[in-house]
């Protein structure tokens, strides 16, 4: 057994397989996931894990060079906005998108996590970066 990281197999084989620019979804517990995009489902209750769990818990584990976020969690969730920025280094570039071009691109992602959580637009998109 694993002693510390991310314990979930199908996570953590699709983090270790992430290349550069390669693109791993972390979604709430209603974003539709394309039926071709690989599906990780944590979720087991309304709320549990939360997303700020999961991402937290993936940004330990990945090198991340970019995240896009719907441009909709400025308004409807600025407290998880904040939130995630907090997490993040500063060299991290962030974009801002409208959530249906959000949910297009999820077809190009190597897998979406689904969280429990139920707060509007707690969505991202990691792009993974190098470690040199």
């Given at each position: 057994m694993k002693k510390r990281g991310i314990?979930?197999?199908?996570?953590?084989?699709?983090?270790?397989?992430?290349?550069?620019?390669?693109?791993?979804?972390?979604?709430?517990?209603?974003?539709?996931?394309?039926?071709?995009?690989?599906?990780?489902?944590?979720?087991?209750k309304r709320g549990i894990p939360r997303f700020i769990t999961v991402l937290k818990s993936v940004l330990e584990e990945l090198v991340v060079e970019k995240i896009v976020l719907a441009q909709e969690i400025k308004e409807k969730s600025p407290h998880l906005e904040e939130e995630i920025l907090s997490l993040l280094d500063s060299n991290i570039k962030i974009e801002y998108i409208s959530h249906q071009d959000f949910k297009e691109i999820t077809k190009e992602a190597k897998a979406v996590v689904r969280s429990g959580e139920t707060t509007p637009y707690a969505n991202i998109i990691l792009l993974s970066g190098v470690n040199f």
């Open positions: 314990l979930n197999d199908e996570l953590s084989y699709v983090l270790a397989q992430m290349g550069h620019t390669d693109k791993i979804v972390i979604a709430d517990a209603g974003l539709p996931i394309p039926e071709t995009t690989k599906r990780i489902d944590l979720a087991l």
